[in-house]
T-cell receptor, first 115, second 113 residues
């Protein structure tokens, strides 16, 4: 069965410092991996995805993610955090048992950036 | 282009009451989904649809029904609400092109007392 795990419920970072939000995956075959962000009282927004190609994927708002096959990880990163990055972040993986573009979400990591 | 919209935004029900949540999308997407979000559990898929007139069960379908009579609309029904259905409900849509990007509505916060 496919799944993703986000080992940290909360990550706290000072503004201007680099940030990392961790995600590990368990899939059969080639993984399609995603990051979504949820700002307070809003729906989820797509940030970036990895399907194939370069292991470093760039996305919206200056975020990037590094795919590491040997460590089965897909960590979200940003070189310099902003207070406005504070939100709930979800890692997700394609559900290969379905042809309906279904994805499976992790439990989420709350990112808090302090001024 | 409004994207994905949901009505209502908030609702309080008493146990046993029924209601319907409406989702509409204007992107001509084939696939639509209903999720519930509970603290610490991420998003769990309730039901989904691959096209007009078709629906399928997701991970947590019990207590819910859905209908997709028009391509742009996806309705989620609770026939007899229970406190365990207190949650935030999100609708999403995506195209058939296989890019797996889902577009989400703003959510409906439902409380069942």
């Amino acid at each position: 069965a496919q799944s993703v795990a986000q080992p940290e419920d909360q990550v706290n970072v000072a503004e201007g410092n680099p940030l990392t939000v961790k995600c590990t995956y368990s899939v059969s075959g080639n993984p399609y991996l995603f990051w979504y962000v949820q700002y307070p009282n809003r729906g989820l927004q797509f940030l970036l995805k990895y399907i194939t190609g370069d292991n470093l994927v760039k996305g919206s708002y200056g975020f990037e993610a590094e795919f590491n096959k040997s460590q089965t990880s897909f960590h979200l990163k940003k070189p310099s955090a902003l207070v406005s990055d504070s939100a709930l972040y979800f890692c997700a993986v394609r559900d290969i048992t379905s042809s309906a573009s279904k994805i499976i979400f992790g439990s989420g990591t709350r990112l808090s950036i302090r001024p | 282009n409004a994207g994905v919209t949901q009505t209502p935004k908030f609702r309080v029900l008493k146990t046993g009451q029924s209601m319907t949540l409406l989702c509409a999308q204007d992107m001509n997407h084939e696939y639509m989904y209903w999720y519930r979000q509970d603290p610490g559990m991420g998003l769990r898929l309730i039901h989904y649809s691959v096209g007009e007139g078709t629906t399928a069960k997701g991970e947590v379908p019990d207590g819910y029904n859905v209908s997709r009579l028009k391509k742009q609309n996806f309705l989620l029904g609770l026939e007899s609400a229970a406190p365990s259905q207190t949650s935030v409900y999100f609708c999403a849509s995506s195209s058939w092109t296989g890019n797996y990007e889902q577009y989400f509505g703003p959510g409906t916060r439902l409380t069942v007392t």
